[in-house]
């Protein structure tokens, strides 16, 4: 009887191998024999899944994106309040540079592609788009100071995770020291939670 092959599974594969070529050698290191090699499949084999270099990389933008969202979701599920959840949410983010660097260090080669593919770029502003308003969303709820805008402030804290996931992947900060900034600030902007250490959910990512 023939084996029966997963498609999709051998198609994620593929494009995860993808995905660490672009960690590792930015996008001008994608081809189909490298991708196929990093595999371990035939060349053959890659050029059936994909048309192409260019639906190859779309395919691991989606791998890399997916990654990303489900250590945030695996992060936040057992937040015990919208402030906890804000937290574990950010500390996700920041953690990505111990426990996600490939997804991290490819999506800084995807931008410059973003700019001129208007799939990849959909799916960034998408992305992007949809965790701006679930952070605003979670600072509204979390018992923000009077002045605080929840839009303008989920664009802060974003910037300021990622900002120190790329600290943390470099070695400039230790996660510790990284969490410990987010405490300050979450703790500045939101006076009514708990937050950091008075959280029950004080933790950090282990880095």
Same mark, same amino acid.
Do not use: N, W
């Given at each position: 009887?023939?084996?029966?092959?997963? =498609?999709?599974?051998?198609?994620?594969?593929?494009?995860?191998a993808?995905?660490?070529?672009?960690?590792?050698?930015?996008?001008?290191?994608?081809?189909?024999?490298?991708?196929a090699?990093?595999?371990?499949?035939?060349?053959?084999?890659?050029?059936?899944?994909?048309?192409?270099?260019?639906?190859?990389?779309?395919?691991?933008? =989606?791998?890399?994106?997916?990654?990303?969202?489900?250590?945030?979701?695996?992060?936040v599920?057992?937040?015990r309040s919208?402030?906890?959840?804000?937290?574990?949410?950010?500390?996700?983010v920041?953690?990505?540079g111990?426990?996600?660097?490939?997804?991290?260090?490819?999506?800084?080669?995807?931008? *410059?592609?973003?700019?001129?593919d208007?799939?990849i770029?959909?799916?960034?502003?998408?992305?992007?788009?949809?965790?701006h308003?679930?952070? *605003?969303?979670?600072?509204?709820?979390?018992g923000?100071?009077a002045?605080?805008?929840?839009?303008?402030? *989920? =664009?802060?804290?974003?910037?300021?995770?990622?900002?120190?996931?790329?600290?943390?992947?470099?070695?400039?900060?230790?996660?510790?020291? *990284?969490?410990a900034?987010?405490? =300050?600030?979450?703790?500045?902007?939101?006076?009514?939670a708990?937050?950091?250490?008075?959280?029950?959910?004080s933790?950090?990512?282990?880095?």
């Amino acid at each position: 009887m023939p084996k029966q092959v997963d =498609h999709a599974a051998r198609r994620e594969e593929i494009a995860q191998a993808a995905l660490r070529l672009c960690a590792r050698d930015g996008l001008a290191g994608v081809t189909i024999g490298q991708v196929a090699q990093e595999a371990g499949v035939s060349k053959g084999l890659v050029q059936h899944y994909f048309a192409g270099k260019a639906d190859l990389l779309r395919a691991s933008a =989606h791998v890399m994106r997916g990654e990303i969202e489900r250590r945030i979701l695996e992060a936040v599920r057992d937040a015990r309040s919208p402030a906890d959840t804000l937290r574990r949410a950010l500390l996700a983010v920041v953690g990505l540079g111990v426990t996600a660097p490939i997804p991290l260090l490819a999506g800084h080669a995807f931008l *410059a592609r973003a700019v001129g593919d208007p799939e990849i770029r959909d799916l960034y502003r998408a992305g992007g788009d949809a965790v701006h308003r679930e952070i *605003a969303a979670l600072v509204a709820a979390s018992g923000p100071a009077a002045d605080v805008d929840p839009g303008a402030e *989920a =664009h802060a804290l974003l910037g300021l995770a990622r900002g120190l996931a790329d600290g943390v992947l470099l070695g400039e900060l230790a996660v510790g020291d *990284a969490a410990a900034i987010v405490d =300050h600030h979450l703790r500045r902007i939101l006076p009514g939670a708990a937050t950091g250490s008075d959280s029950p959910s004080s933790s950090r990512p282990s880095g």
